[in-house]
């Protein structure tokens, strides 16, 4: 019982809004930052629950970026990035997707609303304010189109009730995963 919460509260900070979804069945795929100190452990955790991934550096996925005239990633918090998905098919297709910085099939890959991914795709960044777009979703990994997307309500408050069925039944000593 104490690993499962170790791995969601301590070493996988975006554990609910990228591999907790996967995991579930309700997205399939995701992309996680990972701190060199627990690379290791968390490719344990993704073989032992069956979860396809590829782990690729920030400084490789620039180089490969650079080569195909693309922008640079930027503003990772960790050096190492995990593409996971439920088939190895979906987490190559997602590589090469952020390889050629094409947010429309990386969004579309992330089982985003195609609204959010299509204003993201339209108007870049640059204009949104980002924080007050996600301020009222606590389970969402993507850039919602307006703060009343009613989608991305609805997979907010999909999420939001799995991981609480989620924790009860972990509180009730079975491991559901």
Not at 7 to 20: A, M, Q
Request: with cysteine; aromatic share 10%; net charge negative.
């Amino acid at each position: 019982m104490k690993e499962i919460f170790e791995i969601i509260d301590d070493w996988v900070g975006t554990f609910w809004v990228e591999v907790f979804p996967v995991l579930r069945g309700l997205r399939s795929t995701g992309i996680v930052e990972i701190p060199d100190e627990n690379v290791s452990r968390f490719k344990s955790y993704l073989e032992e629950n069956d979860v396809a991934y590829q782990l690729i550096t920030v400084s490789e996925l620039n180089e490969e970026r650079i080569k195909r005239g693309k922008d640079l990633f930027l503003d990772q918090q960790h050096e190492n990035i995990f593409y996971i998905g439920d088939e190895a098919r979906k987490v190559r297709m997602l590589v090469e997707g952020d390889r050629d910085n094409d947010f429309f099939c990386v969004g579309m890959m992330l089982g985003y609303p195609d609204c959010c991914v299509a204003t993201l795709f339209k108007t870049g960044t640059e204009s949104l304010d980002i924080k007050a777009l996600k301020s009222n979703f606590s389970m969402i990994a993507h850039i919602p189109c307006s703060s009343t997307c009613p989608r991305t309500i609805e997979y907010d408050s999909k999420l939001k009730a799995d991981k609480e069925r989620y924790l009860e039944k972990i509180a009730n000593g079975r491991n559901c995963l």
